[in-house]
RNA sequence: CGGGGUGUAGCUCAGUUUGGCAGAGCGCCUGGUUUGGGACCAGGAGGCCGCAGGUUCAAAUCCUGUCACCCCGACCA
């Protein structure tokens, strides 16, 4: 991208921290004159970042398009119709940006282009002759977040590359699962390259559907995502996905005691009510009530945990489909007040208020599914019980418990895989995500391509998103220091900074003639030529964190050389290094 | 959307309790002295105190409304 002078550009760098950031990335891309706020969750790339942004898109673009991706551009602004097939309109909730044009005509500002790119597809692709396909493109993308955060890690607008691919099969040459493995190899590049420490995890795939899929998940205590990763080392997920291995259940231990309802006014919480009544968390039981719907027929699910747990709703839809029967579907919408409305005691309800109701459905946690003493809900406003029994206040009754894991996995639970592994817990930032479809968007659009035996089939579909900004901050969150970013040199905006300990005399002469073979070498170079004293000059070359630092001055000079220092401080507090070696030392630490 | 907080100079913030000349540091401009890790001296520019009403002789300060931003939670490909 060719040579420049500080005096030349805008990095207007800050000493002070401003007061909106409190992670370090957003931090140090505000003082080093990358980013600035216009709104919340929406930022100016100045040209220092907008030159990370580049070399970060320049690294995507090479691996998608070796991985035989073909890069496209659709619209931002998206007419609603095209959420009407897919429902996302919907699903897509509050997410979705909304507007209207002056015709009154309803639009999105796109959140993803499943839609479009189907769309696209099913106008130009009828034959499986033409499949497989991988599309991509890197576009502004817009989600209406409640609260944006963390400077560009979560932002309302942002930059994204996301691929597509079209399949007549899920295996074998020319399917899904080829493009879906070539996509993820293609990550694991991209990452690598842009130094990132990353883990690849099981992930849920939400609300844009589909069968299978793992996230990358930049390993950074300010992610927002929790995973979970076996000490094993061969199982991570996030922890919306992640299952937890056998763990023994006994339903049919002897009471503790009598049951004995306790009043606890106003504490239908359950640290309230451990408080209250003197039981610790993890000897309550917290139960979830939801309405299940098969067609005509509705019932309900009473979903049991510890009270230290956290029920998964997924997970509770999975066991209701897969362990206790097909056709029943979890509804999550509004369940609370349906649940108040039959006549659960919302904040009190135990397990025994499936009792006396027809198609009540009971699923235990194994770790909720235990004898021993528990305190639960008196299925009564503003009372508990002490010395709750399975078997005696459920069973005895004739009500059936399933048992299933049903919690979100926490730090120290074995391994789904059962080979005495232990789940630990960490945070990660998602940089990227790659999905199996299947042929939701398909169907649902009706984009369908004749095989050779003239049989109409659903394409299959894949998708595969990398925040790019979020790769960006990511890779200042792992490489930075008290002085500033230290860039990993292939996405650094800059390879060398030149800092002449004063522009002027033999020292320009110096600086410009090495500008200038540098940037023939195929460097990009950035020249601080201004008018300031050597301090500044240092403290900003390391706040913007530029790989290698040439450093002009007279002592150096003296000898015929420069000073060579790298700002990841493998080379100490500098190299004295002949000038006409320099070009060849910067190619090579390059 | 619930809870909390903040809006005053380009930036970081005092001043608001108890109404009475619009402040500091950094940055910026001019001149001079400096010049290898955020110099010093002197002079200077810069504000509709978020916005709109109200109370008052007088409002950055009190009252009402409103907008924006930040934090915690909820939410989230």
Redesign the pocket.
Same mark, same amino acid.
């Not at 450093?551 to 150096?556: E, P, Q």
């Given at each position: 991208m060719g040579p420049m002078k500080w005096s030349q550009t805008l990095i207007p +760098?800050?000493?002070? !921290?401003?007061?909106?950031a !409190?992670v370090p990335s957003h931090q140090l891309m505000l003082r080093a004159g990358l980013i600035r706020?216009i709104?919340?969750?929406l930022y100016d790339y100045l040209p220092l970042g907008w030159r990370v942004l580049q070399r970060v898109m320049n690294i995507v673009r090479e691996e998608m398009n070796d991985a035989g991706a073909s890069e496209l551009l659709m619209p931002a602004l998206i007419p609603i119709e095209f959420y009407a097939d897919t429902r996302r309109d919907v699903d897509y909730?509050d997410?979705l940006f909304r507007l209207t044009d002056r015709h009154g005509r309803s639009a999105a500002l796109g959140?993803?282009h499943e839609e479009v790119i189907t769309e696209l597809m099913k106008a130009y692709v009828t034959s499986y002759r033409q499949l497989p396909l991988n599309l991509y493109q890197i576009q502004t993308?817009y989600?209406d977040?409640?609260?944006?955060?963390?400077g560009v890690l979560?932002c309302r607008e942002f930059l994204?590359k996301?691929a597509y691919s079209f399949h007549v099969e899920v295996d074998g040459p020319g399917g899904l699962n080829e493009t879906y493995d070539r996509m993820y190899a293609a990550y694991c590049r991209i990452f690598d390259r842009c130094g990132l420490d990353y883990s690849i995890v099981e992930a849920e795939?939400?609300? =844009?559907g589909g069968s299978a899929s793992h996230e990358f998940m930049c390993n950074s205590p300010v992610g927002?995502d929790t995973i979970l990763k076996s000490d094993k080392g061969n199982y991570a997920a996030n922890v919306e996905k992640c299952a937890i291995g056998d763990r023994p259940h006994d339903l049919s231990g002897a009471p503790t005691g009598e049951r004995t309802k306790v009043h606890t006014p106003n504490l239908p919480g359950i640290e309230g009510v451990s408080d209250f009544l003197k039981v610790k968390p993890s000897r309550m039981l917290k139960t979830i009530v939801w309405p299940w719907r098969a067609g005509e027929r509705n019932g309900w699910v009473i979903a049991v945990v510890c009270g230290h747990h956290d029920v998964n709703e997924a997970k509770v839809r999975d066991i209701l489909r897969d362990q206790v029967d097909r056709s029943l579907t979890l509804q999550t919408e509004g369940s609370e007040g349906a649940a108040r409305a039959a006549g659960f005691a919302i904040g009190y309800v135990s397990p025994s208020a499936a009792i006396g109701r027809s198609a009540c459905v009971v699923i235990a946690d194994p770790d909720a599914a235990q004898g021993g003493f528990w305190a639960t809900g008196a299925d009564e406003m503003d009372h508990h019980v002490n010395h709750f029994n399975w078997k005696r206040e459920v069973l005895d009754k004739g009500v059936q418990v399933h048992v299933a894991d049903i919690r979100n996995a926490m730090d120290g639970d074995p391994s789904p895989l059962n080979d005495g592994g232990v789940l630990r817990a960490s945070k990660g930032i998602?940089v990227g995500?790659v999905f199996k479809l299947g042929t939701k968007y398909s169907d649902a659009m009706g984009f369908a391509v004749l095989d050779e035996k003239q049989q109409k089939r659903s394409v299959i579909m894949g998708c595969y998103?990398i925040?790019i900004g979020r790769i960006i901050a990511s890779a200042i969150e792992m490489n930075h220091d008290e002085?500033g970013i230290v860039w990993p040199a292939p996405i650094a905006p800059y390879d060398v900074i030149i800092t002449p300990?004063?522009y002027e005399g033999e020292a320009r002469e110096v600086t410009d003639r090495l500008e200038s073979q540098i940037s023939q070498a195929g460097l990009d170079v950035l020249v601080d030529d201004r008018d300031e004293?050597?301090?500044?000059k240092?403290?900003?070359?390391?706040?913007i964190g530029i790989p290698i630092r040439l +450093? =002009?001055?007279?002592?150096?000079l003296a000898q015929g050389c420069v000073?060579v !220092?790298k700002r990841d401080g493998s080379l100490g507090?500098?190299e004295m290094v002949r000038i006409e070696e320099v070009v060849s030392r910067c190619r090579s630490s390059r």
């Open positions: +760098t800050s000493r002070q !921290v401003p007061a909106e !409190v706020s709104g919340a969750g909730g997410n959140p993803t993308k989600r977040e409640f609260r944006p955060r963390f979560r994204m996301d795939s939400g609300p =844009i927002e998602e995500h998103g925040g002085n300990i004063k004293r050597p301090g500044p240092f403290k900003d070359a390391d706040l +450093t =002009i001055g007279d002592k150096a000073e !220092v507090k500098g």
